[in-house]
């Protein structure tokens, strides 16, 4: 069983940043792949970016790429989503998930879920 909390949203200008934090609980985060998505109002969840358990292969959107870097501490049992040159087409509910297996870009293959963080940019 995982626990995942987000922090780190808020509201920022476009051109800006913010970094995304999400804590996990369990001993096996280690094990996990973990991932981001992001949910807009009335849009479905998508991709955003994963890591696999080492941290040493990371996957991106095409529409974060280059502006965005997700990172991991398996001792600290933290997952990070750097967010950079934020566009207002950003804006949405992220959310921070865990799968006991490879990463996925697919929603549906992720077992844990955090409550999610506000992300809000402004032009």
């Known amino acids: 069983q995982v626990q995942l909390v987000e922090s780190g949203g808020g509201l920022v200008q476009a051109g800006g940043s913010l970094r995304l934090s999400c804590a996990a609980s369990?001993?096996?985060?280690?094990?996990?792949?973990m991932a981001w998505f992001r949910q807009a109002p009335g849009k479905e969840r998508d991709f955003v970016a994963a890591?696999?358990?080492?941290?040493?292969?990371?996957y991106y959107a095409d529409s974060v790429k280059g502006r965005f870097t997700i990172s991991r501490d398996n001792v600290q049992n933290m997952v990070y989503l750097q967010m950079n040159s934020l566009k207002p087409d950003d804006t949405a509910v992220y959310y921070c998930?865990?799968?006991?297996?490879?990463?996925?870009?697919?929603?549906?293959?992720?077992?844990?879920w955090g409550q999610g963080t506000q992300v809000t940019v402004s032009s």
């Open positions: 890591i696999n358990w080492t941290g040493r292969r990371t």
């Open positions: 369990g001993r096996t985060f280690s094990s996990y792949a």
């Open positions: 998930a865990a799968r006991a297996s490879y990463t996925s870009t697919s929603s549906g293959d992720y077992d844990y």
